[in-house]
């Protein structure tokens, strides 16, 4: 460094040397402070030819004064001199416009607000990093918005690098601000398991409400992105989604998703049974509704299904004719492969997703703006995405062999021969036994 680029640094080693009872901290903050303002006057010095009081040959411009300039660092606040040009203008690269000079500080910042973090925290956080002036509610969401460009990314990515046999969609609900109102909306997220068998975040939108309009648009989102569906040429695509029962939902499954399947939620489908009996009563009938699901054939969940629906005919009239409703809706994972079913069969996986959603967006409580949900809950599955792939892979075996894809209910997987065996007494509601196989 040239010796005219040294004042600052140079001028604070003879006061410390003047006054060794400086504090420790206040030393390290002036001496960034000496060194960030002799980056600084070396660059200007780079840009005008020649340094401060210097005259050469080489000089394009000249010096008209300073403007001041506070720096946040992990030291605390530092004041830097900037220079004026009598031609131009001039900021130096280290402090360029919008880029972060300590972006170690910024990312924890970034990271807090992402993990949950209240915007009044991460103030103290920043302070305990050293900047005793904190930082305000817009500061923060001013930085976050830095996250946009990669939410954007993730969310708008192709789908086509593979095919995603099953899908799983749901919604739930958070509190936005439209105007001067604040409204409930929806927030509807998919995830898919690929052939490869790894689930991922397929995508996300936000809407009024789960109208038909709204699902058909979102999955129709999802197939312009490349989402696979299956054809006479082509058999590999989506074959089963699962989720509860919204109409909406079935709708738009059946416009947009030709050749799938729908598998209704067992575990919606058993919190309509306590909605209906109440909680003692619906205790021992979703038991027996369990035993449904506790087969290991698609023949011996079909003869359990009936015997179930018989059992509950005299003492749960209503509840047995739901189940004859929804007999093809809740047996349609019986057509795939047996390792698959406590995969398929509900919608537990993006229910933990959404539980993760609303514990970071109980944080925030009223967003300000549909931009603000889309930064978080997009940075939140972004996030998630690598730990879904990690736990929850899965071997698929070739699904294209599957008979009758469109009717997956009724009909018997090629590779699987099973043979019901004779029912065992065991349920306590009546004396009667349900079905049971080898």
């Known amino acids: 460094m040239p010796a005219t680029n040294q004042w600052a640094v140079s001028t604070l080693i003879r006061e410390v040397l003047a006054d060794p009872d400086l504090a420790h901290d206040e030393v390290f903050q002036r001496l960034l402070q000496a060194g960030l303002q002799d980056l600084v006057d070396a660059e200007a010095a780079a840009v005008i030819g020649a340094g401060r009081y210097e005259r050469t040959p080489e000089r394009t411009n000249r010096r008209n004064g300073k403007r001041l300039k506070t720096v946040a660092t992990t030291a605390g606040e530092v004041e830097l001199a900037i220079p004026k040009l009598r031609t131009g203008s001039f900021f130096p690269s280290l402090l360029h416009p919008r880029r972060r000079v300590d972006k170690a500080l910024y990312a924890v910042i970034c990271s807090a607000w992402i993990e949950g973090v209240s915007t009044r925290k991460v103030d103290d956080l920043v302070k305990a990093l050293g900047n005793e002036s904190g930082i305000s509610r817009s500061t ?3 930085i976050c918005k830095d996250i946009d460009e990669g939410v954007h990314e993730f969310l708008a990515r192709r789908l086509d690098h593979t095919w995603f046999p099953y ?4 919604a739930t609900y958070l509190d936005v601000r439209v105007g001067h109102r604040v409204v409930c909306r929806a927030l509807v997220v998919a995830t898919g398991v690929s052939a490869e068998g790894r689930r991922e975040i397929l995508g996300m939108a936000l809407g009024d409400a789960e109208t038909v309009d709204f699902w058909t648009s979102f999955l ?6 490349g989402l696979k569906v299956p054809s006479p040429e082509d058999p590999t695509g989506v074959v089963l989604v699962t989720s509860d029962a919204h109409a909406g939902i079935r709708a738009a499954v059946r416009a947009i998703l030709p050749g799938a399947a729908w598998q ?3 575990v919606h489908f058993a919190r309509t049974i306590t909605s209906r009996l109440g909680s003692a009563r619906s205790k021992p009938v979703n ?3 369990s035993t449904i699901f506790a087969q290991t054939s698609q023949e011996a969940v079909m003869a359990q299904y009936k015997h179930v629906i018989d059992t509950l005919r005299d003492p749960f009239p209503e509840i047995a004719d739901m189940l004859t409703r929804a007999e093809p809706d809740l047996t349609a994972f019986a057509a795939f492969p047996r390792e698959h079913w406590t995969k398929i069969w509900s919608n537990n996986p993006i229910e933990r997703l959404n539980r993760e959603i609303k514990r970071r967006a109980d944080v925030v409580q009223v967003f300000p703006d549909s931009e603000s949900v889309t ?3 997009g940075s939140v599955l ?3 995405r690598g730990v879904a792939v990690r736990r929850t892979t899965i071997p698929l075996p070739d699904l294209t062999a599957t008979p009758d894809r469109h009717a997956p209910g009724r009909q018997q997987h090629r590779r699987q021969h099973w043979q019901p065996r004779r029912p065992a007494p065991h349920h306590h509601l009546t004396g009667r036994t349900p079905h049971q196989e080898t």
């Open 140 to 142: 923060v969401s001013r």
């Open 167 to 170: 899908l799983f969609v749901d």
């Open 220 to 225: 129709r989102s999802l197939r312009e992105r």
């Open 264 to 266: 209704r939620c067992r």
């Open 287 to 289: 038991a027996l509704v």
């Open 375 to 377: 930064r978080l809950i």
């Open 382 to 384: 972004s996030e998630q």
